[in-house]
């Protein structure tokens, strides 16, 4: 019998997370006038014990004993050999995946969401809010934040919030409110509901209602939560790398290649940073984020300071944006459709530390099916492209006849997110382009920001 | 922090599984002339290596390590200490779960899926066929074909195939076809068409049509797989109560009370025959099947020879039934609305052994709802059965003042059917009545066949 898994026991866990702010250089986050926002100014946001850890450039921070409490629930979550795939592809490849679908809501994002949920609990904030798009952040913050008797206020984007209302159901079923976004309860909400009342809403618009619920609330007991593109949010993600690096020690295994599909990069952060430390410290490994070729923010955006959110509510950050204006297409990896990418995982891209790779609609759920019929786990859409970049990187080792070590993150399961797959099969999924304009449209919207300094730490 | 897991390596697997026909007398299946049904007559059904397996009195029976290999995807599946819900109830009660949710179907059935996946194509088989009603078990067999490379036919229950769409996704992702049963491919279908062509299907219906589709199949290389209720299926789902033992038996607890819901009784029996080996040979244990109040088989049925379908086209079988044209009403745990059950789990029961209990579907969904806010994972609404008397039996605990160990069965999340937690959660679920009527009318069905004796084993 071949062994498939490498297991940690809840005694191997990680005690502490990585921060890769000890290692690169960043340009700061800037306010409205132009000059570097203060932990102060983010204080009605976020409480100050996140603030700290978000602005904080020690290199291991420790993990409290009642995040590891919750985490405990899921992980260690398991490193898996894909023997089926490998034969399927004939590759002399050896691939690993560290599967982050064990979670109760079924991805990474609870890794995050549990340790934020710990430390607004331990402020002494009584409420979160926040939004999602596809669903998948805001059932992960509803569950952290049943854990520590927290309320939680989810805003939906319409668009999802009808059309996907298992979604919902999850996050009620943990205690959470979830409304419809743009709801009647909020100034920002109702102004885009007097303008079109059918809209289908954005992830844009329900974070300006979300961030707007927390910061207007009177009782100062309630925070923001947000689920990716902040540094604590890959700081957190960073205890998949970190298991993953004793698991593969536990076989002699170091991987030529690591690869994780990229939205706002939380799950490619987790998997990634640890191995980005080894890379800044002399190791040879080959690092690559995965975006939709629809959604080319690593691969074709400029690097520059723009917004988080399509209102312009949060401070400029400097990252890899197509403009917080662009609207991406329908994408079925929900996760991914986003206009910019967390700004480490930018900074590691100029530094030269990341190798970007894009992939089309069609090439990802083709893998995701080869995937779903040799491992036989079903991936969720945002999975699917780091499943693409794996068999083309398995395939090259082929060609080149090298036994490469791949390992990659596969960040959650598609159990909830099946329409696409039956698209796919019936020969209905898209591919859709990606038009040199929008890039000149992007460096349109852009071009009155300030510009970030092209800094090298490496 | 506390350890909420006992995890168990590859190398740890049980390398047999455990057969309960070496230590109880059971009375025959019965053929339509009355006398035993043997071997040769299951033959255009089953393979005969199946067969084997399912009159099998040796006690121990070796695992093949092509099962392994595909069993290792997910197992061995990790036993979980729900410190969170001891908490919530105050009970000095320590819970233990097997929790079978991380395979990726989601639930228990790959076990037996996968084995008898495995056993076809080793006699030569290439295809499979069967019946799903909430699509658990099809999507397993599924799954499992894919791993094997059999063609695999799903006969969906209607009025599922149409609400359930995900379901039938997941099965053709793995590559199975599902259709919608009744349907014109067989006799059995297009007599049903004929009379009623918008009827929503039954599990009794698409258990004759995927029967016939397997006999009828003049290539001799189909074959019909069922995924509860027969003997070879209680077998391969052992590993999970061969599992926990090892893992209670490394943190040195030994259940008091071990607790499974039950359908067709193969959850239940893959956790609770290990222990009722143990009670056999005199060990002090209670085990508990558990089964809806609307769907009482086992707590007010009659000890009878039934036919396990409604048609009467299979053997008759000695069980608790309700009779086979029962027709259980619209309770969310579709795996629990069966009118017979397993002839080993009755058997059991008729010897004392098994002490069954029944919760009306409020109560499950109480007990369900309390579960995912505190252990943070959202049941099956099976499983939520097992959840109540769990919750049931701490309370008792706690009244009496007793460190009761407690183990029971987490046989599926919930995921993909979480529209009655929204109907629970807004107040609109119901629980339904079983009137003694049914009792009568069951004894009515039943009384034209032969009786089984009341043999008694221990």
């Known amino acids: 019998m071949k062994k498939r898994k490498v297991v940690l026991t809840e005694d191997e866990m990680p005690r502490q997370w990585y921060n890769i702010l000890a290692d690169i250089k960043m340009n700061p986050p800037l306010g409205p006038d132009g000059n570097p926002v203060g932990p102060e100014q983010l204080a009605p946001v976020f409480p100050m014990n996140l603030i700290e850890q978000e602005v904080s450039t020690e290199r291991w921070i420790d993990i409290p004993d009642g995040i590891l409490d919750v985490l405990s629930i899921w992980r260690p979550a398991p490193l898996i050999r894909a023997y089926s795939l490998e034969k399927a592809l004939d590759t002399p490849a050896r ?24 430390y607004n609990k331990e402020f002494g904030i009584k409420k979160l809010t926040t939004e999602t798009g596809a669903g998948q952040w805001g059932s992960a913050l509803a569950f952290a934040c049943s854990q520590y008797g927290l309320e939680c206020k989810v805003y939906m984007v319409r668009i999802s919030f009808d059309q996907k209302p298992y979604r919902k159901s999850m996050m009620q079923t943990w205690g959470a409110n979830c409304i419809a976004s743009p709801s009647s309860e909020t100034k920002a909400g109702r102004a885009i509901l007097e303008k079109d009342p059918d809209t289908p809403g954005s992830l844009g618009i329900a974070i300006s209602e979300a961030v707007e619920a927390a910061v207007t ?4 007991q309630t925070r923001y939560s947000l689920g990716s593109v902040l540094n604590h949010v890959m700081l957190h993600q960073t205890i998949i790398g970190l298991e993953a690096k004793k698991q593969m020690e536990k076989i002699g295994e170091y991987p030529d290649i690591v690869i994780g599909c990229a939205g706002g990069g939380s799950n ?4 990634a940073f640890p191995y980005a430390y080894d890379k800044i410290n002399g190791k040879d490994v080959a690092i690559y984020p995965v975006e939709p070729e629809a959604c080319p923010t690593m691969t074709r955006a400029p690097f520059a300071y723009d917004h988080g959110d399509t209102a312009g509510y949060t401070p400029l950050l400097p990252m890899h944006s197509l403009g917080h ?3 991406p297409p329908p994408l079925h990896a929900g996760g991914l459709r986003y206009h910019g990418m967390a700004p480490t995982v930018s900074q590691l891209i100029v530094e030269g530390i990341l190798e970007p790779k894009a992939f089309g609609q069609i090439a990802t759920y083709e893998a995701g099916l080869l995937c779903a019929r040799t491992e036989g786990v079903i991936a969720a859409p945002e999975t699917n492209h780091a499943l693409a ?16 070590v791949i390992l990659f993150n596969w960040s959650g399961h598609g159990l ?5 797959y039956d698209k796919y099969l019936s020969g209905q999924l898209e591919d859709f382009a990606f038009p040199a304009e929008d890039i000149e449209e992007a460096e349109k919207v852009l071009e009155s920001y300030p510009k970030p300094e092209i800094l090298k730490s490496v």
């Open 325 to 327: 204006t662009f609207v």
């Open 95 to 118: 691939i690993y995946y560290k599967y982050e679908g064990v979670s109760p809501p079924g991805s990474h994002k609870p890794n995050t969401a549990v340790a934020q949920a710990y």
């Open 389 to 404: 970049c794996v068999v083309d990187e398995a395939k090259k080792a082929k060609e080149e006849g090298k036994e490469k």
């Open 217 to 220: 609330d009177e009782s100062g």
């Open 268 to 271: 490619f952060a987790g998997l």
């Open 416 to 420: 909830i997110d099946l329409a696409a």
